[in-house]
């Protein structure tokens, strides 16, 4: 079969109407044109849809049953088209971001509260996780775009910078680096410290910059969730290193811990913007990643 929508909306002008010269008028056509699709859209089904006299015009049996299923056709199609432009206008949509937990914890929920004001129909959806799981989530399609720290460089992923993280050290009230504005990388070797794990972007950077000075780190712990080094820390058993991001807002929660940003060029996590080479933004995660851009800070601390 093969017949057009303007025939099948041709049909329904004319079945609803009961008339062809209102059914054109209605379709802003002329009655000529509005026949031909009539018979064109009869030779394509191969049925007679329609029984035409002089004065009046009724649906045959065929055309009473088809008459439904088209106005439903063309009522879906319809909402499709309008629920496209809704979306090409970026006044609906849904927005998946993944997030490093730091940014998704300090940074994002503000930019998500200011945006969702602004634009009721878009949805966002906010996951969260570490900076290799940040990349698998863009990689895949299951995030629009994610906010992290590549480690490595991918042909997959596009990444813009986004803001500076410095590295800082967390201790509890009355460590003698309180007494200090920050804190040098050769006054960590001094103390015991709580790193986190090989999945985490800092721990690259804390191990690069112990190397830049010739020094091998062996840390007296290593935790999988930044509560726990928290929770080392306040017990007393170190001093942890984290993205100042995570340090601020995390040490004011626990208890009144102490941060103190590292001062050392490679302690620095530079955050991104991170993007799939393999498709493009839909208008609303477009939209929302602008908000992101113009909502971050250069640099954290």
Not at 41 to 54: C, S
Not at 246 to 259: F, G, I, K, M, S
Not at 265 to 271: G, H, Q
Not at 278 to 292: G, I, K, N, T, W
Request: some cysteine; overall charge positive.
């Amino acid at each position: 079969m093969n017949f057009t929508l303007r025939e099948l909306e041709a049909f329904l002008g004319v079945a609803r109407l009961g008339n062809f010269t209102r059914a054109a008028k209605a379709l802003n056509m002329s009655q000529p044109a509005l026949t031909v699709r009539i018979r064109h859209l009869e030779e394509a089904l191969g049925v007679r849809l329609l029984d035409r006299t002089t004065r009046s015009v009724a649906l045959t049996q065929i055309g009473r049953e088809f008459l439904p299923v088209v106005a439903r056709v063309l009522g879906e199609i319809d909402a499709v088209a309008v629920n496209a432009r809704d979306v090409a206008g970026r006044r609906r949509g849904v927005v998946t971001v993944a997030a490093l937990p730091s940014a998704a914890s300090t940074l994002l929920p503000a930019i998500i509260a200011a945006f969702k004001a602004r634009h009721r129909g878009i949805v966002v959806r906010l996951r969260d996780g570490v900076a290799q799981r940040v990349t698998a989530l863009v990689k895949s399609g299951e995030a629009d775009f994610g906010i992290g720290s590549p480690t490595k460089r991918d042909p997959e992923l596009r990444c813009s910078p986004l803001l500076s993280d410095p590295m800082s050290a967390v201790f509890p009230p009355g460590h003698p680096f309180e007494q200090r504005a920050a804190v040098r990388l050769e006054d960590l070797l001094t103390v015991p410290l709580i790193l986190m794990d090989s999945e985490y972007s800092v721990r690259t950077l804390v191990d690069q910059a112990f190397e830049s000075i010739g020094k091998g780190v062996a840390p007296a712990y290593e935790a999988s969730y930044v509560s726990t080094a928290l929770g080392l820390v306040k017990a007393g058993l170190g001093v942890a290193v984290l993205a100042y991001s995570a340090a601020d807002e995390a040490a004011t929660q626990a208890a009144a811990l102490r941060a103190r940003v590292i001062e050392h060029p490679m302690l620095v996590r530079e955050i991104s913007l991170i993007e799939s080479t393999r498709r493009s933004l839909s208008p609303a995660a477009q939209q929302f990643l602008e908000a992101v851009r113009q909502g971050a800070p250069r640099r954290i601390a």
